[in-house]
C-alpha cells in the first residue's frame, strides 16, 4: 500500500512547486494592478481646440508642472517642563519652531518639477533636449504625454497629431536576436542588414555563440543592458 500511496503522491508533488511559482506570480500580477487601479485619476491638461501656428504640433507657454505632491510630515515639539529654567527654554524653543512652521510651505503644496516653460514644438523637426542628471529632461517628454501635475500655464497640442513614445527600457521577446529584431514582420535581407549597420548590431552578434540565432533568455536576462537598447 505504501508503494501504491507513493505512486499516487508523485505526479501531484511534481506539479507543486509550478503551482506555488503561478500563485506567487498571480499575487504580483493582483498586487500591481490594484496598485495602478487605486492611484488618482490624471486630468487631460494637453488642449486641442487652440489655434497653432502652421507649423508648430506642439506647444508649451510658460507652462509649470510636478509630479504627485509629497507628504511632509509636520514637526512637532514635545518638551517635559520640571524646571522653571526648562520651562522657559522650552516656551522659546516652541516659539521659535511656531515661527518657522508659519514660515515654511505647506504639506501639500506641491513642488514643481518643470517651471515657466515656453518651447514649440514644429513638424518635421528633430529636437534633442539636453541637461544634467536630474534636469527634467524626462520630465518635460512626461508633461507632453500628460502623465504629469499641470500646475499653470498652457500646452497645446495641434488636432489630430498623434505621440508615440520609445521608452528607455527595452521590450524583449524570449526569442532569438532575430525574431527581436523582425519583431513579427516578414524578413526583408536589405532592410535587415540596414537595422544591423545602423544599430552597430555586428560587433555584438560576433560575440554571441550562435550570431543572430541565440536565443534570449526571459528578459534579456543573458544581454547586457547597452544589447538590449
Not at 541637461?131 to 499653470?152: F, N, T, Y
Amino acid at each position: 500500500y505504501s508503494i501504491a500511496l507513493f505512486g499516487l503522491l508523485r505526479g501531484p508533488l511534481m506539479f507543486l512547486p509550478f503551482g506555488l511559482m503561478n500563485y506567487l506570480q498571480t499575487l504580483a500580477a493582483s498586487k500591481r494592478i490594484g496598485d495602478f487601479l487605486s492611484k488618482d485619476e490624471v486630468e487631460d491638461y494637453v488642449a486641442t481646440d487652440q489655434e497653432l501656428a502652421a507649423d508648430v504640433d506642439l506647444r508649451f507657454h510658460a507652462a509649470d508642472f510636478s509630479w504627485a505632491a509629497g507628504q511632509q510630515a509636520d514637526a512637532t515639539v514635545d518638551v517635559s517642563v520640571e524646571t522653571e529654567s526648562l520651562a522657559s527654554e522650552a516656551k522659546s524653543n516652541t516659539a521659535e519652531a511656531s515661527e518657522e512652521k508659519a514660515n515654511a510651505p505647506e504639506a501639500d503644496e506641491p513642488r514643481l518639477t518643470l517651471r515657466s516653460i515656453t518651447l514649440d514644438v514644429k513638424r518635421g523637426e528633430l529636437l534633442a533636449v539636453c541637461g544634467l542628471v536630474g534636469s527634467g529632461k524626462s520630465s518635460l517628454i512626461a508633461a507632453a504625454l500628460g502623465m504629469m501635475e499641470h500646475r499653470g500655464g498652457q500646452i497645446a497640442r495641434r488636432k489630430g497629431t498623434t505621440v508615440a513614445l520609445a521608452g528607455q527600457v527595452p521590450w524583449i521577446m524570449n526569442a532569438s536576436v532575430k525574431d527581436n529584431i523582425l519583431f513579427g514582420k516578414p524578413f526583408r535581407k536589405d532592410a535587415y542588414e540596414n537595422v544591423l549597420d545602423v544599430c552597430c548590431l555586428r560587433d555584438d552578434l560576433m560575440q554571441l555563440k550562435d550570431a543572430d540565432e541565440t536565443e534570449i533568455g526571459e528578459r534579456g536576462i543573458n544581454l547586457s543592458g547597452g544589447q538590449k537598447a
